[in-house]
């Protein structure tokens, strides 16, 4: 690889390295801002190879922001279904309205930060990909080489740590290759410089990182002690079936899930469960779905009541045909119930 213009030994090695061993990903190599933008929405809190599979139908049915922001929230939520962290998609769907209104993609780092969503990190990304702006992208892959590299011990979640990192990551960026050297950074964080098991014989950095020589590279980055208040809750879902309809609330707000689609819940550990004038039939007991900062104990059952019944269904909940169960977007766990009980419904 041929390189112009005066570069630090640290990019130059990383963008020879990058040229030969970067990933091969299907929204590398393209300068359209949405599909960029896209793409690093989807890839916070998403394994890449999950990722993948979700940019390439995601992209299928909502092509341009102009289509995206035209598309009801459900459309974007069912697109979504089972990525989890449903504000990213919120987010992204008010996103594109405003870029719609606005009359054209912000093309800048300080306008992309005026999106509702956008943080430093995506749009960093963003224009340095897709507009070439000399703007340093700092994640948790980013953090852990220069840390390492540095071997500093700095947390990196300390305010300290923020400024200090970003800056190093500015120094180092090279003006004429800032979306190579972020997405270099990027991929040897995820597949060489990794948080267990680094390779370090493999690393384009090896023979002038401070952690190898001090052989601290499993001992960095480090993050600050923090207490983390672990919440469990339990939920009881029971799916209320009569005949060809089923009884479905959109969660209300603010909360988890919140605008996902859901049967009739009741909240609390060992709850009393309604008269519904019919058997419960166990669908599934004891699931343990793990969200941040909360665990969530769930019970499913299956009730399907013939003639008359003394159960009054709350105002909120709505009887839905059963062959559009599909079209409703649903927490990963009830999806799940759903396809377990699909034959049993009416």
């Known amino acids: 690889m041929k390189l112009k213009g005066l570069i630090a030994p640290f990019a130059e090695s990383l963008l020879k390295w990058y040229a030969e061993h970067g990933r091969k990903l299907p929204w590398r190599g393209i300068s359209d801002p949405y599909a960029i933008w896209v793409s690093e929405v989807i890839l916070q809190q998403t394994r890449i190879e999950q990722g993948r599979d979700y ?12 289509a995206l922001a035209s598309a009801s929230e459900d459309e974007v939520l069912l697109a979504w279904e089972g990525l989890g962290y449903y504000n990213r998609a919120r987010n992204m769907h008010l996103a594109a309205q405003q870029i719609v209104e606005l009359g054209h ?9 005026k999106l509702k969503g956008v943080g430093d990190y995506t749009a960093a ?8 702006e000399p703007v340093a992208t700092v994640d948790g892959n980013v ?17 300290f740590g923020k400024k200090i990192f970003r800056g190093f990551a500015d120094m180092l960026l090279p003006a004429d290759y800032p979306a190579e050297f972020n997405q270099a950074m990027m991929d040897l964080g ?7 098991g680094a390779r370090c014989d493999e690393c384009p950095l090896t023979d002038t990182c401070m952690a190898r020589r001090e052989g601290t590279v ?9 207490d983390k208040n672990v919440q469990t809750l339990h939920f009881t879902y029971i799916v209320l079936n009569r005949g060809e309809v089923t009884a ?16 009739l819940l009741i909240e609390g550990e060992n709850p009393e469960l309604p008269e519904l004038g019919c058997e ?24 399907q009541p013939v003639g008359e019944w003394p159960f009054q269904l709350p105002d909120d909940y709505y009887w839905v045909f059963n062959e559009d169960l599909d079209y409703y977007a649903m927490p990963r766990p009830v999806k799940r119930f759903f396809s377990m009980i699909k034959p049993q419904l009416g």
Request: glycine share 4%.
């Open 55 to 66: 940019w390439l139908r995601f992209m299928q049915r909502f092509p341009t922001v102009e």
């Open 105 to 113: 993609f912000p093309n800048t780092y300080a306008e992309l930060k």
């Open 125 to 132: 990304a963003v224009a340095s990909i897709a507009f070439g």
């Open 143 to 159: 953090y852990r080489v220069l840390t390492r590299y540095y071997g500093s011990d700095t947390p990196i979640d300390s305010s």
């Open 190 to 196: 995820a597949t060489v410089c990794t948080p267990r």
């Open 218 to 226: 499993d001992k960095l980055p480090v993050k600050m002690k923090t």
């Open 248 to 263: 479905l609330r959109r969660r209300p707000a603010p909360g988890i899930w919140q605008g996902l689609w859901e049967p």
């Open 280 to 303: 419960l039939q166990p669908v599934a007991q004891g699931v343990r779905h793990l969200l941040t900062h909360r665990i969530i104990m769930i019970d499913c059952y299956l009730a």
